[in-house]
């Protein structure tokens, strides 16, 4: 299962860069997204990376947003900027299709 890592809490505008290590047989070749659920909220698709690196957003993060990986290490990043108080949220990782979840990493925007 994915390992999520590189949550905290971050001041409004500032920035904070999420780490995936997943197995090899995962992010070597599969789609990879982040995914975000926020307290009382449904899981919510944050962005996507194709094993050819294509990338895309949802609305909410575009812009502020980058989704990255590193096939040699087996990682994906999502590197946050500009962030917001509705940014808070356990980010989770995972494969398309998806595989097992991991416990994913605790981002909180507060003043």
């Known amino acids: 299962q994915p390992v999520e890592s590189g949550g905290g809490l971050v001041q409004p505008g500032g920035s904070l860069r999420l780490s995936c290590a997943a197995s090899?047989?995962?992010?070597?070749?599969?789609?990879m997204r982040w995914y975000r659920q926020a307290p009382g909220k449904e899981c919510e698709w944050v962005a996507t990376v194709s094993a050819g690196g294509f990338t895309t957003y949802a609305d909410s993060v575009k812009g502020r947003f980058t989704i990255s990986r590193d096939n040699d290490k087996n990682t994906v990043y999502l590197q946050m900027s500009s962030l917001k108080l509705e940014d808070t949220a356990v980010y989770y990782c995972?494969?398309?299709?998806?595989?097992?979840w991991g416990q994913g990493t605790q981002v909180t925007v507060s003043t």
């Open positions: 995972n494969s398309l299709p998806a595989g097992p």
């Open positions: 090899g047989s995962t992010t070597g070749r599969n789609t």
